[in-house]
């Protein structure tokens, strides 16, 4: 038996009519830039995770830059993320001319730890950027709590906790403001780029989208060196097709998580125990493991195709040998990096496959743990 990291096909196959119908609505409007579809999307995802405002934008990483600048983020400022993350939360911070400053996990977490964040707050600090990793929320309140006292501002990454709720509320509008990627392997992915910023501060969202669309508020009157990042309008009526459809599907991703963990949990632990882990989005389900590559061996060998989020982390990226972060500097995320596996979880996985996954796993752990 074969089973793919991600079906992206289902997804579309279960909603071909209402996709197919999107599309055509879209083609036969005449209109392929913004437009209703846009807004009625922006709308749609606004009330679906409890924001006042939502401004389309052509990525996840557009959504973050473009939020960073609006926030003011400019050359000369500090911005905390995770050492543990993608590597996109850290070059929103450099595009806008601003050094990330990264703030590890602890060992029983993948998420910032909100003890560190305190320590690494210098005077050129402007905000903080906690990533709700493979879709379990931040610990949002304590980095809140310390944003608030030293007058920094909260963007989340939330590109992958669609459908995540933190103490009861969807991600959202817990921070300043969030960013949100549409890539088609999201757990709400458009079938292209998109994103978006979602967020409570009226004017805020209007700097964004400002920025999003030339520096311009009014046609041909520029007020900032802007870019174009916009949401498409075929992807934003994708994306309103896809909507109604993700919790449950988040739902059956949560299922799955609930297998693998009482299958495994307790031999391949992923931090933190599964009764804390309420409001996960699971957009991935990550065990680890010492001996990593082997396990991603034997499981491809077993027809379960495995990834690895993420094999290298972003300081020792070529991209940031300026930073001069060698081997060791970040242990946290080196020790992920290196032992990390995500398994299969999207929401298209029938019951075979998930027991052929589990039982992949058991068998080459079981080999490994002999040899
Ligand atoms: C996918 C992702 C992004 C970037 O989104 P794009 O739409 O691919 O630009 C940013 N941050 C995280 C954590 C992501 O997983």
Known sequence: MNVPFLDLRSTYLELQTEIDEAVQRVLNSGSYIGGAEVEAFENAFASFCGASHVVGVANGLDALKLALLALDVGPGDEVIVPSHTFIATWLAVSQCGATPVPVEPTADAFNIDPQQVAARITPKTKGIIPVHLYGEPAELDPLINIANRHGLFVLEDAAQAHGAVYRGRRIGSHGHAVAWSFYPGKNLGAFGDGGAVSTRDESLARRVRMLGNYGSRTKYVNDAIGFNSRLD???????????PRIDEWNARRSAIAEQYTQAFGPLLATPPGPQERQGHAWHLYVIRHPDRDRLQQQLSDAGVTTLIHYPRPPHQQE??????????SLPMAEQYASTVLSLPIGPHLTPAQVDHVIEAVANSVASISQA
Request: glycine fraction near 14%; aromatic fraction near 4%.
């Open 233 to 243: 309008p075929i992807q934003a009526a994708i994306l309103r097709a896809k909507l």
């Open 319 to 328: 991209a940031y040998a300026s930073l001069g972060r060698g081997v060791g």
